[in-house]
DNA sequence: CGGCCGGTTGACTAATTTCAAGCAGGGTGG
DNA sequence: CCACCCTGCTTGAAATTAGTCAACCGGCCG
C-alpha cells in the first residue's frame, strides 16, 4: 500500500536469483520457484513441491501498459494481483466522482484483497507505467490454503499488514503536516526500494506531483512548494521525478519519525 | 472499525435469540450457538455441529470496565477478540508519542486482526464504557478455519473488510471538511445502529468529542462547534452524548454522501 | 468547598487551498 | 522543421478553513 517504515524485505532474495540465471528477470513466463521476488510475494517457508502446485494455479505474464487497470471497482472479483514489475496506484471514486489514491504498490507487492469481503473490487488498480502482474485466482489460492498452513498464514498475515499499512496512512493524514507528510513519503519509498535491493538514496518517483498530492490528502501546489523548499535545503536533490535524499538524519527529523 | 455505509448486518439477528429466550442477554456464558449477535460475529454459514467446535476454543465473558485495555500495542499477539457487549476504540501512538484513534468497535465486531502479520498488536483496544469480549485464540482458530472452509472465507471477509474500512477513513480524512466528516461520522453510527436493530435516529455517542475528534482529524472545539451548528440548524437534537437525527436527509447532504 | 475534567464559545493566527500566471517538455500537424 | 498545444510542474498572492489560545460553564469527586 505504501506506508510502511519497516522493510518486509529479505536482502538475500536474490540469491536464488542468481542460482537461476537462465531465468531472465524480463522472462514473464518463469515459475514461482524462480520468481526473483523471492518471498517477499506470496511462497514462503513451502515445500518445492508445494510452489509447483501453486505455480500451477497462478496466471503468469499479464502485461500492463501504463493507465491500463487491473481490476476497477465493481468488477466481480476472483483473483489478487502480484506485482511482478513496475508500480500500480489502487484508488477509489469518492461519492461526487474524486479520485482518491489509497496506495501506490512496488513489486513483490499484492493488490486486490480488499474485493474479498463482497465478492467485488471496492477499489481500482491502474498501471502507473508498463508494468507485469500475476493473477492468483482466489477460489483455487484458497483451497491451497486448506492444504497448506503455512501458505494460509502468510496469506492472513499479508492481509494484515495491509491493514496495518492503511492505520498508518490514517495516522499521517490525521496528524502531520504538509512538510512531515512529504518527508515520511520519501523515506517510506526509500525503505521499500531498499528492501528491494534498490538503492534507497537515489530513485526515480513514479508517480505525479498531483498524484502523490492526492495521496497524502495535499494539493499539487502544496507538493511542489514543498519538494522545492526541501532541494533548497539540501536535504534532497530534485531533477524531476529523479530524487535523490542528500540529508537522510535531516529528512528523518523533517518527517518527525524519531526525536 | 467504524466507517462504513454499507449495513453487514442482519435485520434477523435476533431471531434466534428468541428461541433461546433462556439465555439471557446479560449472560456471558452463553454460547455461540445461542449469542445474540448472531452472524455478525463469526459464526456463519457453519453447521450446529462445527459451531460447537468453534464454542471450544472461544474465551468467553472476558469483562471490562471503562478504560481497561483488551490489548497493548506491541503486546505478543494470540487471539483476536469479538467485542458483545459496549464500544471499544482502537490507536495507536505516533512517534511523539500522541494517540490516533484508528477505530470504534460495536458489538458484534471483531478487533484484533492487526496483529497477525508481525506477531504482536500494532495497535491498543480499549473499552470506551464497561464491555463484554469473547477471546478467540488464533492459532486454534486457524487450525480449525483448516477443516471448515466457511469458517477461512468469513474470516478473510472480516479482514477485507477492516481495509475496505479503512480506505474509507483515508478518503474522509483525505477529501472531507470539518462539517463532512461529522455528518458522515454521525450516519455511520446511525447505521451501524440499524444494522444491530438499534435506533437509527436516537443513539448516545459512546465516546468524548476529544476522542471523536482525534478519530476524524479535527480538534475538539472544531467537534464542538460544528455539532453545535447542526444542533442550530436543527439537522440533530443535542443533549450531550444524546443525539437525534431530525433531518436525515439533510445531514446527508452535508455529508456529501448522495447528490 | 475546591479542583478537575469535559464541553462550549469567542477572537485571533497560521497553515494550506484557491486562483492565477508562467514555464518546460513532448507530441502533433501544418 | 517549426509552430502550437497540452499537460505537468512551479511560483506568487489572496482567500479560507481549521487550529490555537483563552475564558467560562457545569457536573463530579475527593
Given amino acids: 500500500m505504501l506506508l510502511a517504515t519497516e522493510h518486509s524485505g529479505s536482502k538475500n532474495a536474490d540469491a536464488k536469483a542468481k542460482q537461476n540465471e537462465h531465468s531472465c528477470p524480463h522472462n514473464h513466463a518463469v515459475s514461482c520457484l524462480d520468481c526473483r521476488m523471492g518471498k517477499i510475494c506470496l511462497p514462503v517457508a513451502l515445500k518445492d513441491s508445494d510452489i509447483v502446485e501453486l505455480d500451477e494455479i497462478v496466471k503468469r505474464g499479464r502485461i500492463l501498459q501504463k493507465g491500463d487497470h487491473i481490476f476497477r471497482a465493481a468488477d466481480a472479483f476472483s483473483s489478487v494481483y502480484a506485482i511482478r514489475s513496475g508500480y500500480v496506484k489502487t484508488y477509489r471514486l469518492t461519492e461526487d466522482g474524486e479520485e482518491q489514491i489509497t496506495g501506490?504498490?512496488?513489486?513483490?507487492?499484492?493488490?486486490?484483497?480488499?474485493?474479498?469481503?463482497?465478492?467485488?473490487?471496492?477499489?481500482?488498480?491502474?498501471a502507473l507505467e508498463s508494468a507485469a502482474v500475476c493473477e492468483i485466482p482466489f477460489g483455487q489460492f484458497q483451497n491451497l490454503t486448506l492444504k497448506m498452513p503455512h501458505?494460509?498464514?502468510?496469506?492472513?498475515?499479508?492481509?494484515?499488514?495491509?491493514?496495518?499499512?492503511?492505520?498508518?496512512?490514517?495516522?499521517?493524514?490525521?496528524?502531520?503536516?504538509?512538510?512531515?507528510r512529504i518527508a515520511t513519503f520519501l523515506l517510506t519509498i526509500s525503505a521499500r526500494n531498499a528492501a528491494r535491493s534498490m538503492s534507497a538514496t537515489n530513485f526515480r518517483l513514479p508517480m505525479s506531483r498531483t498524484e502523490m498530492g492526492n495521496f497524502l490528502g495535499l494539493t499539487v501546489e502544496t507538493v511542489s512548494r514543498t519538494l522545492s523548499r526541501f532541494a533548497k535545503q539540501h536535504l534532497i536533490d530534485l531533477n524531476q521525478k529523479e530524487v535523490s535524499i542528500v540529508e537522510v538524519e535531516k529528512l528523518r527529523l523533517t518527517a518527525n519519525l524519531d526525536s
Fill in 151 to 180: 501458505l494460509q498464514t502468510h496469506f492472513f498475515q499479508l492481509m494484515s499488514q495491509e491493514i496495518t499499512e492503511e492505520q498508518q496512512l490514517v495516522t499521517l493524514l490525521s496528524k502531520k503536516n504538509a512538510e512531515e
Fill in 104 to 126: 501506490f504498490y512496488f513489486p513483490g507487492e499484492v493488490v486486490g484483497m480488499d474485493g474479498i469481503s463482497k465478492s467485488k473490487h471496492q477499489s481500482s488498480a491502474k
